[in-house]
């Protein structure tokens, strides 16, 4: 039936972080971000176009969603129906299997498989860069969750003639390295503040964003050469300073902004300690207090283990995941 469509889409963690808009209203980044896909923590999405419904309803996993979520969805569909020769309201279900607003993407995971199915819905027939465009006003990191592996979100430049157009993610080719995350689980919980509102008032009022900002634009082009060489200790040690330089940027933030709480500071430390021991392992943190660490795919198993013991937390290994997509015959 051509008005249903299902889509699934992975969480991508980003090495290289995105935060800070050029604009809100279609959510373009001030710089270039670098993630990678996880193969773990799934979000499905079905959407179904309910011709003559009054109002388009929205659940997550089978409960109907919070007010704001939803509203966030109803926004997303009128964008899909402004683009298409249809106005229908629409039913959404999703299903998640990552911990809502922990700092694990949800989002990213969620707006990418909402803009599969809804495309696919409604007929708007989009090449994957268009389905980048499309995903990214939902939630910025969503761009990137279109594709598998490592990808590329473009931020448009500051001449850019169609700043809407030039600003997609696409898959980063030539990657030589056998990379794993290994996602210790702190704090399943909502978080405190949104990473919308906390980006905002980060590049508003934090007197470190600007230096941050710049060190970004490095870190990227320094990311590429080290994934390309296959040289993973330096693409670690980079993700590590590039999320340790955004924490400060939202410690220094007016008022502040803390996702890290003691939990995470004890995972950073045993990730130091494992690194001193010589072991290959680099953390990265987002807007949530949960730490992925990147190592070897070859240690990863290893490396969850003894993070396991020496905190307590548990830790899931992921692995490069897959590109989103449609559920044939749905
Ligand atoms: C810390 O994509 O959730 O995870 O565009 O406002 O929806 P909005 O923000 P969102 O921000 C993610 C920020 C981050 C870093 C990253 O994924 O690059």
């Given at each position: 039936d051509a008005s249903t469509a299902v889509a699934t889409a992975h969480p991508n963690i980003a090495l290289v972080k995105y935060w800070g808009k050029q604009d809100e209203e279609l959510v373009l980044p001030l710089a270039?971000?670098?993630?990678?896909?996880?193969?773990v923590f799934p979000t499905t999405t079905c959407v179904t176009r309910c011709p003559g419904a009054p109002a388009d309803t929205v659940t997550m996993d089978?409960?109907?969603a919070s007010q704001e979520a939803a509203r966030r969805v109803v926004r997303f569909l009128d964008l899909v129906r402004q683009r298409s020769a249809c106005d229908d309201r629409a039913s959404v279900a999703t299903r998640n299997t990552v911990p809502v607003g922990a700092g694990l993407a949800s989002s990213?995971?969620?707006?990418?498989?909402l803009?599969?199915?809804?495309?696919?819905a409604y007929g708007l027939g989009l090449d994957p860069a268009g389905l980048s465009r499309l995903a990214r006003r939902g939630s910025g990191s969503a761009a990137r969750s279109v594709f598998g592996g490592f990808a590329l979100w473009h931020a448009p430049g500051p001449h850019a003639p169609d700043p809407d157009a030039a600003c997609y993610a696409e898959p980063l080719a030539?990657?030589?390295?056998?990379?794993a995350l290994v996602v210790v689980l702190l704090d399943t919980g909502p978080k405190s503040v949104s990473s919308r509102e906390a980006m905002r008032r980060t590049v508003a009022t934090s007197p470190l964003f600007p230096a941050w900002l710049a060190a970004t634009r490095l870190d990227l082009r320094h990311?590429?050469?080290a994934l390309e060489a296959g040289d993973l200790a330096t693409a670690g040690e980079i993700a590590e300073h590039n999320a340790l330089g955004m924490h400060a940027t939202l410690e220094s933030a007016d008022p502040p902004v803390r996702y890290l709480t003691e939990q995470s500071h004890r995972v950073l430390e045993q990730v130091r300690a494992l690194?001193?021991?010589?072991?290959g392992c680099w953390a990265t943190m987002d807007a949530g207090p949960n730490v992925k660490v990147l190592c070897p795919g070859d240690q990863a198993t290893r490396i969850a283990e003894r993070l396991t013991t020496a905190t307590g937390f548990p830790a899931v290994v992921a692995r490069p995941g897959p590109a989103a997509a449609l559920h044939p015959g749905a």
């Open positions: 270039d971000s670098l993630s990678m896909t996880l193969d089978g409960r109907p990213a995971s969620g707006f990418a498989a803009a599969l199915a809804a495309a696919a030539g990657v030589r390295v056998d990379a990311m590429r050469a690194r001193t021991a010589g072991a």
